[in-house]
């Protein structure tokens, strides 16, 4: 499969020598940045210019760099002061050497470093590809819509440094479905006999209904026609999307028997346009952007995971969203911050039989084929609103100029004010989740949208990915608010959410989450810019936790036993993670039980304790 009017040579135009030094310099930057927080290195202090350095792992090759150390122990690595020595030879900067060079302290041991190399590589090939291009600037992508600021985005995950692995996509697939190249995709559509899938959905939406919504008449009838005319009965049948690089590349061969004996049956492509998004497997109808968006199975690794979907926790995943989006509608913070999820409304997964009875539970053989169906926030927006997702307010554009700092001019707000009102929306519906129902998100910047004014001020967040991503932390029969049993709580097909946690790591939740993946990189920009002094940022985030505890006494004991305010907190490494395992860093059946904490963090909020 190639993609349509691209030559082999235009498809490796952004590898050049200049763009390619570029990138290099660019992500071992990072790479200096994140692994001296993680201290996995060490940087030495130079006497002579107030420089840092960090050795290799033999001694001989030296990396020199100027940084300023911020709150979190924060390293703001200035790109353009890295430079190389080896004895008195100063050396180009090549990512794939740095990783050799420093393979020891960074833990990677042989059967990992070839694959995390190949994920560097790929990584510093997207870096390229976003350097050659026209981007808009900060300024022009603050003034732009929803679907323009998910594509402009430049780095991905602001932690991980191999962030862009995506190995398993060729570059013309590259090009058709990275969501930085922006390409109308249009799903592919099967046939899977009902025997042989499971389709679940929320409260008032059936199969017919969604199906109904999702396609027109004439489609319906092209896909109907493709299975009468082989023989086969349409009823025996659900009709489901799936990503184009998972029928080429896997369902056609891995799935081959199912194609063959046609209980799965290729009814061809669908007629709407979609943008990939930024977690690659999702895809949001620019056709018709009141039409759900679509997340798809796909084996392609990416950042630690093969990023595929589990058929059989597919089943639950309307019931969890129902009950959460029931829970939140009913509290009265939650409705006063506006806050909201869009619901995931309906999920099918299909059962290969041979490999389900050969595999052991969370083994990518059973996630290669399931779909699911999650609400647009465009029907929610109020006129002049628009949307934006979180991520983007730690983009910087190619002059390193801030899309947060752009919001923050165009809103006409002092800094603060705009900050508080972004946190008003963001982190207080976070906190109250946490201490009053022992809920937790994965609020990380590409799983919450903001819905922006007109001025560019925050009014209210949207958290998306619900099912695969919270956790309510009370053991089975504990109290939950007002001594009301969580059993009796969640329902029978929600209690898969449940997670035991332990009491010193429940507030890791918030404090790695939020403070350290995502505030410790917005204040370390709008500090760097100029903007809004990091005291001045950490203390309207203390403000903002003081008011919301102010606002709710009857949780005193909640917010004593779980202290936001402590001195210090444990690190947990996210870097470290991928590094000992770029396979499956994590066993989603136990995330807490793979933490890597090393050490403590000093509490930026701790010395505005009320």
């Known amino acids: 499969m190639t993609t349509p009017g691209l030559a082999a040579q235009d498809a490796v135009a952004h590898l050049t020598p200049g763009l390619w030094a570029e990138a290099n310099r660019l992500l071992i930057r990072k790479a200096l940045a994140e692994f001296a927080h993680e201290r996995l290195l060490t940087p030495k202090r130079l006497p002579q210019d107030g420089h840092y350095a960090v050795r290799s792992d033999d001694g001989g090759t030296e990396y020199r760099f100027a940084a300023r150390r911020q709150a979190l122990d924060h390293w703001q690595v200035d790109p353009d002061s890295i430079t190389r020595h080896r004895g008195h030879d100063e050396l180009p900067l090549d990512a794939l050497e740095f990783f050799i060079e420093l393979r020891n302290f960074l833990g990677l041991g042989p059967s990992i470093l070839p694959v995390y190399l190949e994920e560097i590589s790929s990584t510093l090939s ?73 389709f679940t959905a929320g409260t008032g939406l059936d199969y017919d209904t969604l199906i109904r919504d999702e396609l027109d008449e004439a489609t319906v009838k092209r896909f109907t026609t493709t299975l009468t005319d082989l023989g086969l009965t349409p009823s025996d049948y659900y009709f489901f999307p799936t990503h184009p690089w998972q029928w080429w590349n896997k369902l056609s061969v891995t799935f081959a028997a199912e194609v063959a004996q046609q209980r799965l049956v290729c ?99 059973l996630k290669m084929l399931a779909a699911l169906w999650r609400e647009s926030p465009v029907p929610t927006l109020e006129p002049g609103q628009r949307l934006a997702t979180m991520a983007s307010l730690l983009h910087t554009d190619r002059d390193g100029d801030s899309f947060a700092a752009a919001l923050i001019e165009a809103s006409g707000l002092e800094p603060t004010a705009w900050l508080r009102r972004y946190l008003d929306a963001y982190l207080t519906p976070v906190l109250h989740a946490f201490y009053a129902y022992d809920l937790v998100f994965m609020p990380h910047g590409e799983n919450v949208i903001l819905v922006l004014d007109e001025d560019g001020a925050v009014d209210r967040a949207i958290f998306k990915d619900i099912a695969e991503e919270i956790a309510v932390m009370v053991p089975q029969g504990l109290k939950g608010q007002g001594g009301a049993p969580f059993a009796a709580v969640l329902p029978p097909a929600v209690e898969r959410i449940r997670a035991d946690v332990p009491e010193d790591k429940k507030l890791l939740s918030v404090f790695t989450d939020v403070f350290d993946c995502f505030f410790r990189f917005l204040s370390g920009t709008l500090a760097d810019r100029g903007i809004l002094t990091e005291e001045s940022f950490w203390r309207t985030v203390a403000d903002c936790v003081t008011a919301y505890q102010a606002a709710h006494p009857h949780l005193a004991a909640k917010f004593t036993a779980y202290d936001l305010f402590t001195e210090e907190f444990a690190l947990s490494c996210l870097n470290r993670l991928q590094l000992r395992n770029n396979q499956e860093m994590v066993d989603l059946q136990d995330p807490a039980g793979a933490l890597q904490l090393i050490g403590t963090l000093r509490n930026p909020i701790a010395p505005y304790a009320p």
């Open 126 to 198: 997207g870096t390229a590809y976003k350097l050659a291009a026209d981007r808009p600037s900060a300024a022009e992508l603050a003034q732009s819509g929803f679907q323009a600021v998910e594509t402009g985005m430049t780095e991905g995950h602001p932690c991980f440094v191999a962030n862009n692995g995506r190995l398993g996509f060729g570059i013309h697939e590259y090009h058709a479905y990275a969501p930085e190249a922006a390409a109308p995709v249009r799903l592919l559509w099967l046939a899977a006999r009902r025997d042989h899938a499971t």
């Open 267 to 365: 009814l061809g492509p669908g007629d709407d346009d979609h943008l990939a998004q930024q977690s690659i497997r999702t895809f949001f109808n620019t056709t018709a952007p009141a039409k759900h968006y679509v997340k798809t199975a796909l084996s392609v690794l990416n950042m630690g995971f093969m990023r595929g979907l589990s058929a059989s926790y597919m089943e639950a995943t309307p019931a969890i969203n129902d009950w959460l989006a029931g829970l939140i509608a009913a509290d009265d913070t939650f409705r006063a911050a506006r806050f909201s999820i869009i619901r995931e409304r309906a999920a099918i997964g299909y059962h290969h039989r041979q490999y389900e009875a050969a595999t052991a539970k969370g083994s990518p053989y």
